[in-house]
């Protein structure tokens, strides 16, 4: 699985942007997808996941009830749709794809097989 990562940018506090990240093969429903995100001297985190079919979703406690994820399992594509935005969700932007993720391991980058490339999201105050 090949996945691509688009629509970071730079955008003022406040303001809204959403994400998209494109996966290769037809094997998409099969995997759990996340997105984690790597500020500037700081580790990779985990900010949201989606369960296979898309009947469940996962946040962490700092964009719950700002970010929102989706996918569309017909387009091969997963979606995090940020509001509200920060300027401490200012970093790079990862989606994996997890083909054996269970219970809350979801929140553990090392769980996913595959990641996409990064996309920037800069946020200013």
């Known amino acids: 699985v090949q996945l691509q990562a688009s629509g970071g940018g730079l955008v003022q506090a406040g303001g809204s942007l959403r994400l998209s990240c494109a996966a290769s093969?037809?094997?998409?429903?099969?995997?759990?997808m996340g997105w984690f995100r790597q500020g500037l001297g700081n580790e990779r985190e985990f900010v949201a996941a989606?369960?296979?079919?898309?009947?469940?979703?996962y946040y962490s406690d700092s964009v719950k009830a700002r970010f929102t994820i989706s996918r569309d399992n017909a387009k091969n594509t997963v979606y995090l749709q940020m509001n509200s935005l920060k300027p401490e969700d200012t970093a790079v932007y990862y989606c994996?794809?997890?083909?054996?993720?269970?219970?809350?391991?979801?929140?553990?980058?090392?769980?996913?097989?595959?990641w996409g490339q990064g996309t920037l999201v800069t946020v200013s105050s």
């Open positions: 989606i369960s296979r079919s898309g009947s469940s979703t």
């Open positions: 994996g794809a997890g083909a054996r993720i269970i219970n809350s391991y979801y929140r553990i980058s090392s769980q996913y097989d595959y």
């Open positions: 093969g037809r094997t998409f429903s099969s995997y759990v």
